[in-house]
């Protein structure tokens, strides 16, 4: 009797992309094995996505790297894959980081727990007094094009494509793993000054209330997101990024308990994903 045929999986990633310490490659390559134990699977680079996922049942984009660094072909898929009905993973209609970090304007002005953002020489005054601001593009990823500026010399780059935001004193840094609106697991930075060497956190009911928040706001019914906040010295969360593209994992610091339950949640998410009408 015949077996009944595997969905086809293309996995978008770039092995090579040398990520601050991070290793990209390595965490795709453990990945990819996992899932092919349930799905027929291919690798390619974000130059060659186009081309080839009309192969396929669905696109799982990964650690691909920044779209800054091949936005012409990623604009070029994302509008192929809209126009055609691809299923791409996470699916393209997210609100945060796919589509620019606008989303913390927006979070600001709803009143959300988020640092504080204007992009507007004339909305200047509504942030807290700070030592210094961070400006950084609206179309940034991975710090590119970040600075830290008095404040007499933001308002003359508040041009519309640059956000602002006071430089907040944080105790750390801390992200909440999410596979589709299932909490998965937390890691955190105990030093703000080495922000890439991260521990396992556990979380408390109140910072899944906080993280959940920006993961229903989103909307996203399947899906990979991660949930960036620091936490202030008066004990506060706040959001910094809400990663919704190809967030890093770091799954080669999860116990085996852990990563095995993501693996298999992903997978879950997947064969749900591809079985939908």
Known sequence: MPQPARPRLLLVTDLSY??????YGDEDTWLAARLREEFDLALCHPLDARALAGSFDAVLVRNSGPVLHHQEAWDAFRAHALATGLRVYNPLNGKGDM??????????????????TVDRAEE???????????????????????????????????DGGVLAQPRVDFRYEVSFFYVDREFRYALYAPDPGRRWELAPYEATPADLAFAG????????????????????????????ELEDLNPYLSLDLLGEEEREGFVAALKRSLRAFIAQE
């Open 213 to 240: 928040r920006f993961v229903e706001w989103n909307g996203l019914t399947h899906g990979v997101t991660r949930v960036d906040a620091c936490r202030t010295r008066a004990g506060e969360l706040l959001l910094v």
């Open 99 to 116: 589509a620019g970090k606008g989303y913390l304007l927006d979070l600001t002005a709803a009143g959300y727990p988020v640092i504080p």
């Open 124 to 158: 200047l005054h509504r942030l807290p007094e700070a030592p210094s601001y961070a400006v950084k593009p609206v179309a940034g990823a991975d710090s590119i094009g970040l600075e830290f500026l008095p404040r007499e010399e933001v308002a003359a780059r508040l």
């Open 18 to 23: 040398p990520a601050r310490g991070r290793r």
